[in-house]
């Protein structure tokens, strides 16, 4: 999905969606990003399960 910051309000980035309703992003989630920018927003099913992994093993070593 992409996104197109429409402005800024306070801790809000205000983004316009691809069926153009206005939804509000945390500023703290786009550093540096101005009124224009596009911002891509994506599902990472690889890094879930890796970060899956990680927790499986951690736990593994934990209850031993």
Request: hydrophobic share 45%; charged share 40%.
């Amino acid at each position: 999905m992409k996104v197109i910051i429409d402005r800024f309000e306070g801790e809000y980035a205000l983004v316009e969606l691809e069926n153009r309703e206005i939804a509000a992003l945390s500023r703290q989630l786009v550093p540096g990003a101005k009124e224009g920018d596009v911002i891509e927003i994506r599902i990472d099913p690889a890094a879930r399960r890796k970060r899956e992994a990680e927790i499986d093993q951690l736990m593994g070593e934990v209850f031993e």
